[in-house]
């Protein structure tokens, strides 16, 4: 399966931005999908996570509240709104897909990932 993220873009702190991942090649119904960032100060970090079904969802502590993430199997489709943004969530944003469960906070876990997108939070 291919994914490709978009909807990165500039925003004020306290803003809000939809990021989309979307995916070619297969459908991924059956995938397990996830949301990571990146910095060049650090690694590449957990965001969020959704199982296959959309429920459950996990987020990471430092975006629960804020974030919200979503999928629409039958666009083929995953979602991660962000509001109430901060300049610490300035990163590459990526998404991942993988087949099995567990682990959705580990990157090495995913077989598939996307070209990030970039979300620029300015103070």
């Known amino acids: 399966v291919q994914l490709q993220a978009s909807g990165g873009g500039l925003v004020q702190a306290g803003g809000s931005l939809r990021v989309s991942c979307a995916a070619s090649?297969?459908?991924?119904?059956?995938?397990?999908l996830g949301w990571f960032r990146q910095t060049e100060e650090k690694e590449r970090e957990f965001v969020a996570a959704?199982?296959?079904?959309?429920?459950?969802?996990h987020y990471s502590d430092s975006v629960t509240g804020r974030f919200t993430i979503s999928r629409d199997n039958a666009e083929n489709t995953m979602y991660l709104q962000m509001n109430s943004l901060k300049p610490e969530d300035t990163a590459i944003y990526y998404c991942?897909?993988?087949?099995?469960?567990?682990?959705?906070?580990?990157?090495?876990?995913?077989?598939?990932w996307g070209h990030g997108t970039l979300v620029t939070v300015s103070s």
């Open positions: 959704i199982s296959a079904s959309g429920e459950p969802k």
């Open positions: 991942a897909a993988k087949k099995t469960q567990g682990y959705y906070n580990f990157p090495e876990r995913y077989d598939y």
């Open positions: 090649g297969r459908t991924f119904s059956g995938y397990y």
